[in-house]
């Protein structure tokens, strides 16, 4: 199955331009790197939400260079692509609430994500259920973000099975949901370092290492006192 090109280099208004044109086209297996060339995705209007959703057998991804990117624009781009393995590299610094939300969701294959989530400002539901369930995923994308708002990474790494570290996270101070149930579900998941020194946000944390590896390292910041223990804090058995 062969794809149109689709040369458009910019984009004009809020729209959702190409959404869902591929959901659910269960044969198609490849496509052209160079297939989404537009650079500024800033309009918004879920741009490419749900492009490929349910892809089956879809094996490569197209690049996906915009630096600047608007509200929904990725959301559930490959969600069920069971059969991808690498993610394209993502080097947006400009980011919009939601622009990440489920965008490899149930990508059971997915093994390689490179370092590709650059931005230092993560804003609200941006990363939420990102990976989720991407039972093959061992290694994890850098984080370096130090600002982090409103569920910002909720769930994102929700039952990713094969994951045994996560990335560094720099952010001190914590918001509402950010972290909740980010971890959830890695049950060989034995390694975190988070610098947070202020968790005071409502159910920052909730629940965020459920279900993680009996036994592994937690390295904090050194002027932190106020973790708990358990599913909510500081994982049980783990050497901090």
Not at 42 to 64: E, R, V
Not at 165 to 188: I, K, Q, S, V
């Given at each position: 199955?062969n794809?149109?090109?689709?040369?458009?280099?910019?984009?004009?208004?809020?729209?959702?331009?190409?959404?869902?044109?591929?959901?659910?086209?269960?044969?198609?297996?490849?496509?052209?790197?160079?297939?989404?060339?537009?650079?500024?995705?800033?309009g918004?209007?879920?741009?490419?939400?749900?492009?490929?959703?349910?892809?089956?057998?879809?094996?490569?991804?197209?690049?996906?260079?915009?630096?600047?990117?608007?509200?929904?624009?990725?959301?559930?781009?490959?969600?069920?692509?069971?059969?991808?393995?690498?993610?394209?590299?993502?080097?947006?610094?400009?980011?919009?609430?939601?622009?990440?939300?489920?965008?490899?969701?149930?990508?059971?294959?997915?093994?390689?994500?490179?370092?590709?989530?650059?931005?230092?400002?993560?804003?609200?539901?941006?990363?939420?259920?990102?990976?989720?369930?991407?039972?093959?995923?061992?290694?994890?994308?850098e984080?370096?973000?130090?600002?982090?708002?409103?569920?910002?990474?909720?769930?994102?790494?929700?039952?990713?099975?094969?994951?045994?570290?996560?990335?560094?996270?720099?952010?001190?101070?914590?918001?509402?949901?950010?972290?909740?149930?980010?971890?959830?579900?890695?049950?060989?998941?034995?390694?975190?370092?988070?610098?947070?020194t202020?968790?005071?946000?409502?159910?920052?944390?909730?629940?965020?290492?459920?279900?993680?590896?009996?036994?592994?390292?937690?390295?904090?910041?050194?002027?932190?006192?106020?973790?708990?223990?358990?599913?909510?804090?500081?994982?049980?058995g783990?050497?901090?």
């Amino acid at each position: 199955m062969n794809v149109p090109k689709l040369p458009a280099t910019s984009i004009s208004g809020i729209g959702n331009i190409y959404q869902l044109m591929f959901s659910g086209c269960s044969k198609l297996t490849t496509v052209p790197s160079d297939l989404l060339p537009i650079m500024d995705l800033s309009g918004g209007g879920a741009m490419y939400g749900g492009m490929f959703q349910d892809c089956t057998s879809l094996i490569t991804a197209p690049n996906l260079p915009a630096t600047t990117i608007g509200l929904r624009c990725y959301q559930d781009m490959f969600k069920g692509c069971t059969s991808l393995t690498t993610a394209p590299e993502l080097p947006a610094t400009t980011l919009a609430n939601y622009c990440y939300d489920n965008m490899f969701r149930g990508c059971t294959s997915l093994i390689n994500v490179q370092n590709i989530l650059p931005a230092t400002t993560a804003p609200n539901y941006c990363y939420r259920m990102m990976f989720g369930g991407c039972t093959s995923l061992t290694t994890a994308p850098e984080l370096p973000a130090t600002t982090v708002q409103i569920n910002a990474y909720q769930q994102m790494f929700y039952e990713c099975t094969s994951l045994t570290t996560a990335p560094e996270l720099p952010a001190t101070t914590l918001t509402n949901y950010c972290y909740d149930r980010m971890f959830y579900g890695c049950t060989n998941l034995n390694y975190i370092k988070c610098l947070a020194t202020n968790i005071s946000a409502s159910n920052c944390l909730y629940n965020w290492v459920y279900g993680v590896a009996p036994t592994g390292t937690f390295v904090k910041s050194p002027i932190m006192s106020s973790w708990t223990i358990g599913d909510s804090g500081i994982p049980t058995g783990w050497v901090v």
